[in-house]
């Protein structure tokens, strides 16, 4: 069951947390391949999880300025995934890792908590990152991402061709409301999630996770 704007449920380690996210409805499933996470899965492990998933929810595989052979190796065991780069990656280095775009990727922006920071260039942002599939938002948190933080999504300017994904401390609570935040903003909107939906780092909480796809599938 996919829902109108797409969900993706990210940092999964465990096949029942896997079987429940695609039971409730989730479009996508994250496996964080960054060692220093506590979500990190390794490549092998990633294509085991990935191997559960039905034909049409797709597997994302998640980097920190990982070099471009080390993406490429993880992303052979794993088809059909999609590749997220969740670091200081430079367009170079994003059509280096997919191979030229060849595997399609999401690119995040680490948008500062600081309420003092300027605004975020997001269009500067997603004309720089022309090729990637789409824009994931998150909060600028330490450790890159995971943090279980919402930026302000009041101060996003409107980005009328970009196809963005919300993320960043997103919970069954606030979901709605980023949704109605960002929605007339963006050509197409997906939402991403892992603290929101956890018993603790790496483990999902099964409950949650139905209770966040549900959340979105009301909107
Ligand atoms: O999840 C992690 O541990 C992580 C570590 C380093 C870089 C990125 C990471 N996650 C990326 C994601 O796509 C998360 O879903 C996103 O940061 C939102 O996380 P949360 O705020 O916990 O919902």
Redesign the pocket.
Known sequence: MGSATPV?I??LTRPEDVDAAVGAGADAI?F?L?P?????VTPQRAAELAARLPAFVTP?L?F?NTPADEVIAAASAVPGALL?F??DETPEDCLAASQQGQRAFLR?ARIPLDPDAPPFDLLGFSKRFDRARAI?L??H?P????????FDWSLLPAAPDAHLVL????TPDNVAAGIAALRPLCRTLSV???????AA??IKDHGRIRAFVDAVASC
């Open positions: 993706k990210c940092g994250g964080v960054y220093p996470s506590p979500r990190y994302v998640l920190v997220q969740h670091g995040a994931l998150d909060a948190v450790g890159y991402g995971g943090g279980g933080q919402t993320s960043g401390g997103l991403d999630v892992s603290s929101g939906v956890e780092k790496g």
